[in-house]
């Protein structure tokens, strides 16, 4: 895989993991256990995604997010208990997807991959927030499988494709910035509203 393609993957993979961190760390492994991801020999990195240990542990807590995910509220407790975790887990993907023993880079995938998964973690618990007050109990169920079946083909994609996870890096981060910044319209519209007063 050349620079590009690792980049765009890396890119990918961190703004997943912000909505979806175990099934990225899963998905990885098992594309690296199988070898659907061919990464250069100093990635050795990328050999602990593939670990058994790893990969069942991934494994459980993709299942659990699954499920967590699904119900209201305790997906906002699950969501705010991640925020301190999937941006670590992202910045971990994409260092351990970009390791050309070059310290910048490094520090530099490190960062921006936190800062991917802090950003796209923040545009789903804030739309799943917005959801969460809907009175009808099915939004939460639908929003929630709409974000698993979006994120595996997303994932799937930039796997198969160093192209697609190029475009897919851009596509998330633009729809990200664009959905935060229609919720805090939304949050200053409702904020200005005065109160009816009974």
Known sequence: MGVLALLGLASSISLLSGWRLYLCVFATGLAMRFGWIVAPAHLTGLDALASPWVLAIAGVGMVAEFFADKVAWLDSVWDAIHT???????????????????????????????????????????????????????????????????????????????VAAVAIAILLATGAVAMLVLLRRLYRRMRRRPAHVQ
Do not use: Y
């Open 84 to 162: 301190l975790v999937r941006p670590v887990g992202g910045a971990l993907l994409a260092l351990a997807i970009i390791d050309p023993h070059d310290m910048r880079w490094q520090v530099a995938s490190l960062l921006l991959g936190g800062s991917a998964a802090l950003l796209s973690h923040g545009a789903k618990a804030s739309t799943r927030a917005v959801v969460n007050v809907s009175p009808e109990p099915f939004s939460n169920v639908i929003v929630s499988t709409g974000e698993d079946v979006v994120a595996t083909g997303l994932l799937a994609a930039a796997i198969a494709s160093p």
